[in-house]
């Protein structure tokens, strides 16, 4: 099993098994990390998990690797972000009781590796794989997540499992889309049976847009798009909230967040507050959505953003629709227009330069006049 464990990694894990073992602990890489070493696939991100507290082996990789280090208070996690743009989660091993769906878990320790695997969401991220040197890269892999990889089943490790967690419904959709698999027939029903009885309303909204964001990260999105459609997920992102063609055309997230706002029109602003948007985000993307809405140019230099986003919506757009206006408002009163008459003639160029009725100046003033 030695082999599972890719080169890039090994210098790295082990150096951290060989400082974890002189603490007396044992040592653990875990999850989505052992799955995309299995898959031979890249990944920056790596969850190691430890038989008891694992405060100073954070501080011992930063002053290894350099970088950085973050303590997320309830669950006594750390996360440290090496200069060489890795990602390492350390926990301590853990298990989890819902006290009521769609919150945050009640979190005891436990030394046993079984029990912090049977936690987490689908067979196929339940496999650690010892960094300690005597055992390095030997397998712990109690519910078969070997065995659902190479079938490409999702499948969760108990009954109560989206009730516990309802972001795992899409967890479940991300990981299906992203590697073309299918949910294991038992999950299915119990997903499907979890939709009925809406358990993703039990999410806060914070947590729900973190997981809609990471879905908008993903390459596969028309497949992942394809399966929330399938499973009836995307109305809890927003009523008659669809796929749209422009999503395949980038991969920033933010600019597919953007897509999805204007793809719901008079909707989209609704829709992109309940995300909780920073204001410069929010400021671009409605001010996009309102010459979208209005077919008219903007008045002043549209950002980098704003541009890509109206291209990849409107690709047939006429290229002056996204420059600013030929004329600008002040100047109209040399062509003796006051108060609302501006307004008026100004919108008329705008639009008529959204439109690709006119392409100069020359061409603005000639419609003015
Ligand atoms: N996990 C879980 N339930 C969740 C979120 C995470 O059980 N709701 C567990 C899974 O074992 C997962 C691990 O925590 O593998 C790390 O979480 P995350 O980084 O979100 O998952 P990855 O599988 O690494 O996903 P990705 O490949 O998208 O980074």
Known sequence: MNELIPQSSKELLSTIGNYAKKLGLSAWVVGGAVRDFYL?????????????????????????????????????????????????????????????PGALPEVTFTTQLKEDLFRRDFTVNSWALSILPETFGKSCDPYGAQKDIDSGLIRILHEKSFLDDPTRIFRAIRFAGRFGWKLAP????????AVRDEYPLLVSRDRFCRELMKILEEEKIKEIFELLQKYDLLKFAWPNLKYHVALEKTQDSQVRLGILVLSLKDKGEDFLKSLRPTKKM??????????????????????????????????????????????????????????RR????????????????????????????
């Open 282 to 339: 929010s400021h671009e993307i409605l001010s996009v959505l309102r010459l979208v809405q209005q077919e008219v140019c903007p008045l002043s230099p549209l950002s980098e953003y704003q541009r890509t986003l109206l291209q990849l919506f409107l690709p047939h757009l006429p290229s002056h629709a996204l420059e600013p206006c030929f004329i600008h408002g002040r100047e109209l009163q040399t062509f003796g227009l006051f108060g």
């Open 342 to 369: 501006i307004s008026g003639v100004l919108k008329k160029v705008r639009y008529a330069q959204w439109h690709g009725e006119i392409s100069s100046r020359e061409e603005a003033i000639k419609l003015i006049s």
């Open 186 to 193: 038992k999950t299915e029903r119990l997903l499907r049976q």
């Open 40 to 100: 031979g696939k890249i990944t920056e991100d790596v969850d190691l998990v430890f038989d008891a507290t694992q405060e100073s082996v954070a501080g011992f990789c930063v002053r290894t690797w350099g970088g950085e280090k973050h303590r997320f208070s309830q669950f006594g996690t750390f996360r440290v972000k090496l200069n060489n743009g890795l990602k390492l989660d350390l926990a301590r091993l853990r298990k989890e009781k819902y006290i009521f």
